[in-house]
């Protein structure tokens, strides 16, 4: 009786045994089939990526660039699709800065493209002379500058009532206060400007010094950032705001307007991609941390944005 008790663990266990191969069996061939039929979600998407890249190669080699040329491109996180024929167009053998001449329009013409700017809610928002507001636009919450204001018949070319937008408003104190623990007074000497109030200004320039030199200082109405509400041209100490930049102050000016939303909206070594001339006086609010970025990287308004990913 012994003996059979012994004999019948024995098959138990060889049939154990069995068993762990046959799943063991069965496991592995599972695993072959969706190694070969399944592939990894990780993996299908890269290959969506390599094949959506490749086919962008075969497009922008149809374009006009050479393969090379077409990886670079691609290479690129502000690689505009839809601007590709005028990339291929405008190309000057500096790929990455052609990229970013033509995503600042700087292949076109003046007024050659105007995109119409419906959505006011982002301070950063671009106002040139190929984005523009709609005709009759009026900021919502405009406040009246009643401190860090310049004064009639003390201050030169002081606008009668000047008014920012309520977030720039807030940012203006702030720079001023900060301005005060320096000995420097800032005056705001122009805010908003209406529509009406613009195209008398640009009216009457054209009329007096032509065209060309109006396109050059004073922007066409509904183009002019002072209609945003967000621009402020300013003086400090009681200078002559277009002389502002030759006194000692200005540089503390320059390198601390970004803490408080604000960035020189003109620059001296930049009229190419703004298409203005340059203005010491015009600083532009655009939110702290998209200044923050401006001013580190050393870019205009248009460069920030044809920096970006499409």
């Known amino acids: 009786m012994a003996k059979k008790k012994k004999r019948r ?5 060889r049939l154990l045994i069995l068993v762990l191969c046959f799943l063991l069996i069965i496991g592995l061939a599972v695993y072959g089939i969706k190694k070969i039929f399944f592939k990894p979600e990780e993996t299908v998407v890269q290959e969506e990526k390599n094949s959506k890249a490749d086919t962008n190669v075969e497009k922008i080699i149809e374009a006009g660039f050479n393969e090379e040329q077409a990886k670079e491109l691609i ?13 291929v167009s405008y190309y000057n053998g500096d790929m990455k800065q052609s990229v970013m001449d033509v995503n600042c329009d700087m292949d076109l013409e003046p007024y ?18 190929f984005y523009a507001l709609e005709d009759g636009y009026v900021p919502d919450d405009l406040v009246d500058l009643d401190t860090f204001a ?19 408003y807030d ?27 613009q195209k008398g200004l640009w009216d009457h320039n054209a009329s007096v010094y032509g ?3 109006a396109d050059a200082y004073y922007a066409r109405p509904g183009q002019s950032e002072h209609n945003t509400g967000l621009a402020v041209d300013i003086t ?23 803490k408080y939303g604000f960035i020189l909206r003109y620059p001296e070594d930049k009229t190419d991609v703004t298409r203005y001339g340059y203005e010491s006086w015009h600083f532009r609010y655009v939110g702290k941390e998209v200044a923050e970025k401006i ?3 050393n870019w205009t308004l248009e460069e920030y944005y044809g920096a970006k990913e499409a």
Do not use: M
């Not at 663990?9 to 266990?13: D, Q, S």
């Not at 050659?112 to 002379?129: E, F, G, S």
């Not at 310049?150 to 720039?168: F, H, N, P, S, T």
């Open 9 to 13: 663990r024995v098959n138990v266990a």
């Open 75 to 87: 290479s690129l996180s502000n690689y505009w699709p839809d601007r590709l024929d005028r990339y």
């Open 112 to 129: 050659q493209q105007i995109t119409i700017v419906k959505d006011d809610d982002d301070p950063a928002y671009l106002v040139n002379k």
């Open 150 to 168: 310049c004064v009639q018949g003390q201050d030169y070319a002081c606008q009668d009532i000047i008014q920012l937008r309520k977030e720039a």
């Open 171 to 197: 940012a203006y104190i702030e720079w001023c206060k900060a301005a005060q623990k320096e000995n420097l007074e800032i005056r705001a000497i122009s805010g908003y400007r209406t529509y009406e109030y």
């Open 211 to 213: 065209q060309e030199y």
């Open 236 to 258: 400090f100490n009681g200078y002559n705001f277009n002389e502002i930049e030759n006194y000692d102050g200005y540089e503390w000016i320059l390198e601390n307007a970004h």
């Open 295 to 297: 001013y580190k990287n």
